[in-house]
Structure formats: C-alpha cells, structure tokens
C-alpha cells in the first residue's frame, strides 16, 4: 500500500464516545472514520463517498498527546418542537462536554491507489483544502497540519511489539504485556467506530474496533496487522 504520515494540533479536541450518558465524553484519539473524514474534507468528498472509501483506507495512530481534559457545557442550536401546526420558538441548550486540551496525533493514511497519497499529500503541502478540517467537534479547527514522512511504499504484516494506539478488529481485548519493570496500565476502548453507514440521513455505526492506549510499547502475546516504518511497528485498522 502506499502511505504518508502527518501531524494534527489543535487547542481543543472532541471525539465522541458513543457509549456514554451522563456527559459527551471523548476518546483520546480520532477514530477511523473520523481520520476519513478529514481526508474527505481535504479532498472535497461529500458525506456518502466519505463512507464509501473508508474501506479502501488503513489508518495507525503512531504519536499522541494532549495536556489533560476538562469538562465545559457547550451550548448546543435546537430546533423547536413542533406543537400542533406550529413549531415552538428555537433555542440553545447546554450540553456537558469532555474536550480534550491541546490535542496533537501522528497519522498514518494507507491506500492502494497512490494517486489518492499523492493528492492528500499535495494538499497537506499547499494547505489546499476542500473543506474546513476540525479536530473531531465542528467547532475545533485544526490549527497546525503538517507532513511528517512524504509518499512511501509498505506492505501489511504481522507484528507483535506494536508502539502508539493499539487496533484490533472486533470487540476482543488483545492479550499483551509490557516490556518495563514498571507496567503502566494501558487504556481499552470496546466498540469504537471503524467504518459507518448511511440510514436515511443518519449515521450508524457498521464496524466495529478495539483499541488499547499504551504509554509505553507493549508485547502482544498473538500477532495484529501492521506496518514497519524504520524499526517501529504499528497496528492499522
């Protein structure tokens, strides 16, 4: 497949958990189908290729950080209700909202089609894009955007000592160790989103994914899909 690799900050960041309640809360990481749509907006993409070609992509997440989380309420446009014939008066309401602070990702893009890099690339280098690029909420844009490793060639693999978030297809939480004397405990998201659907005008989740956040490289005791980029392993979802 052919790959770049480029870096995201932004001031704040907010990529919902499907599975929670009380509050929006957000995984420390861009889902896939998030990491698409940013390419569909750098490309001009509307909603329903977006989803189409989210398939023909592998995404790995070598680098992340932020600087902690807050919990802030956001207010959100609503609609009114409709009452009878008439529609009550629109309004804001408050919503409660994990956002994360100073968010910054390393990307990797996979795909065969090398004209599709290529063009993803040219628009990283030129800042030439379609659409306006958020750090998951609409309200976050991406503030810095830049190439880390241009156009390159890899194959898929096997690996077992992968570094940065760790995917895994399905709901199963991959079995691993640590190769410190002093483990620190890895993050497991279940469920996250891997590819969507169209319903009507509505989104669903089709596929899922499991990803560990390590802090550290870790040593999986069964072999994921990958790549090996200057000695480094990755999963790729």
Known sequence: MWGISFRIRSPFGHFRNPYTTTLKQTYPFPPKPTIIGMVGAMLGWDEKTVIEETGNFKIAIPFWKNRGKIIEFTFIFSAGKIKGKSRTQKKFRPERFELLLYPEFEIIVLNHAKEVIEEIAQRIKEKDFSFPLFMGKNEFLITDI??????????????????????????????????????????????????????????????????????????????????????CEYTII
């Open 146 to 231: 830049y190439i880390i490793k241009k156009l390159f060639e890899t194959e898929i693999c096997k690996i077992n000592a992968p570094t940065g978030i760790v995917f895994k297809e399905g709901n199963e939480i991959p079995e691993f160790s640590s190769l410190s004397d002093k483990p620190r405990p890895a993050e497991v998201f279940i469920g996250v989103p891997k590819s969507l659907k169209l319903v009507g005008k509505k989104r669903e989740q089709k596929e899922v994914c499991t990803a560990l956040v390590p802090k550290e490289t870790i040593k999986l005791k069964e072999s994921l899909d990958g790549i090996k980029i200057n000695g």
